[in-house]
């Protein structure tokens, strides 16, 4: 329409704008990827250039035998995010649906209090985290790098999917309870069918909360190189005194891929869901 | 069975989990704090942990870096966001797939990201350092992260790139979520881009605004891994947060008892500004008219 009608120089000035910003966003993934294809010893001794003759895809065969539990580290981050996201849906959904429908005493103080945890991360409680963990005998296991990943995700978890739940009509539960079905039958053959896009949504958020954030709880109580996520397994390398970092980027960039292309592939959908909170008001 | 037994029974399990893995450790936290704990056994000491900390003048200069690392990130944050977005909600063609392409910061672990940007600010074959000397900006090697001042400002640099995906697609929603009437009664009666921008767009994002505000603010000021993979908090110093300081001396160190005293300051911390925070945002959604 009339209104939307850019000016040409109005439209050459959005291309730049909108080429500067993505630079700055994607400037991190096009260095690492030239690096990786370049010869070590050229990366370390020639002077910067933009381009050159030797470019290979060699280092992405090498990092195999470099980094010979990369394979591993790829899949653990994956086993990882999706264990959080399964445990954090089991409890939230429940929890979720108590906020959204049902009327008790202390619901806002409770709500505002699993809010409050937001405030806290990892990094301030892992003292006493660190005992919590001997003391279950969890430590250097999944579940050391799992259950806190878990518990810092709930909050958000309820929160968002409350709003959800909060949107689908009574009515259909109504004529439920009418028939005669108990509420936890309604909740799993009425509630949740109706909810699964909402569902979708919240899961995606949490895996990507779980996904992203693989490095403190990893480092910290679990030195079982086979069990570890790829950003701590491949921190590792990085603290060598000859770092291959062709083959470092290399794996960073081919560890990243999977999620990263199911997000992308998804993302019309995933970004509609996840800032659908931010439209509501 | 009882409505209020059965909404309960339904957030147990929430309740525990967050009873072991936050308000426990938080409790045990507090506890530690009064204690001299280290790997050899604990004493009681009272508030001597505290009263070390507060008479330390360069724990007074970590505070204050701590707040300067926030605003700083986050105003950048906020700012990178309303002009990312205004950019892709222009109705220009391609604008779908530049969307996409905001999206993979935001969807990588944040350490892989991080190990990028450790690279670009290296002296010897950084990016940017190359950049700089073949422009003839620069007649040396330039090692960002080696000198006090640029290793703070490319950490906050990071810190940026690692929010700006998520707070722009957030503005984006929400500036698509204007109604376009006011727009248009906006253009009839002759208003430019830049009044509409700034008379519609921006109150009509206001909530949505503030609360990414608190969001970012919280997980900057407790952000770990960024400075931890790029720094370490060092150069002498120049990157030690409230948390990097934390996790050296109850981690690296493990002199428990003093880092406990540390997180039990961050955690306070942190609800003073939130509650004040909080408070503000309501007088925004008042002001705004949102809920």
Known sequence: MLMDRYSLLQKIGIYIGIFIFLLFVLLPFIEMFRVSLRPLDHLMTADFTWWSNDFSFQAYRDMWVTVPLLGRYILNSIFIATAVTIMTMVVVVPAAYSYARLDFPFKSLSLGLFLAVNMFTGAVLLIPLYRVMRTLGLLNSYWAMIIPGVAFLIPTGIWLLRSYLEKIPKELEEAAYVDGASRMYTLRRVVLPLAVPGLIVVATSVFIGAYAQQFLFAITFNNQRELQPLPAGLFEFIGYQDVTWNQMMAAALTGVLPVMLFFLLLQKYLVAGLTAGAVKE | ?291
Request: glycine share 8%; net charge positive; proline share 4%.
């Open chain 2, 1 to 291: 069975m009882s409505e209020s037994l059965f909404a309960w029974l339904l957030i147990a399990p929430a309740i525990v989990f967050i009873g072991f893995i936050v308000a426990w450790p938080l409790v045990e936290t507090i506890r530690l704090s009064f204690t001299d704990a280290d790997l050899g056994g604990e004493n009681w000491i009272g508030w001597a942990n505290y009263a070390e900390l507060f008479s330390d003048p360069k724990f007074y200069d970590i505070v204050w870096r701590t707040f300067y690392w926030m605003f700083l990130s986050v105003i950048l944050k906020l700012v990178m966001g309303l002009i990312g977005a205004s950019l892709l909600n222009a109705a220009v063609p391609g604008k779908a797939l530049f969307r996409v392409l905001v999206m993979p910061p935001w969807v990588i672990p944040i350490a892989i990201g991080v190990i990028g940007w450790k690279w670009l600010y290296n002296g010897y074959f950084g990016l940017i350092s190359g950049v700089l000397q073949n422009l003839g900006l620069v007649e040396d090697r330039v090692a960002l992260l080696a000198t006090k001042t640029s290793a703070f400002y490319s950490a906050v640099v990071t810190d940026v790139w690692v929010g700006t995906p998520m707070v722009t697609l957030f503005f984006l929603a929400a500036m698509q979520g204007v109604s376009r009437d006011l727009y248009e009664a906006a253009w009839v009666d002759g208003a430019g881009r830049w009044y509409r921008f700034r008379r519609i767009t921006i109150p009509q994002i206001m909530p949505v605004i503030v609360s990414m505000a608190l969001l970012s603010a919280i997980w900057t000021f407790n952000s770990f891994e960024i400075i931890w993979i790029l720094t370490e908090g060092g150069p002498r110093g120049a990157t030690t947060t409230l948390i990097i300081d934390t996790y050296k001396v109850a981690i690296s160190s493990q002199r428990f008892g003093e880092g406990a005293a540390r997180a039990v300051v961050i955690v306070i911390l942190l609800a003073i500004f939130s509650l004040f925070y909080l408070f503000f945002l309501n007088k925004v959604n008042k002001r705004y008219g949102a809920k």
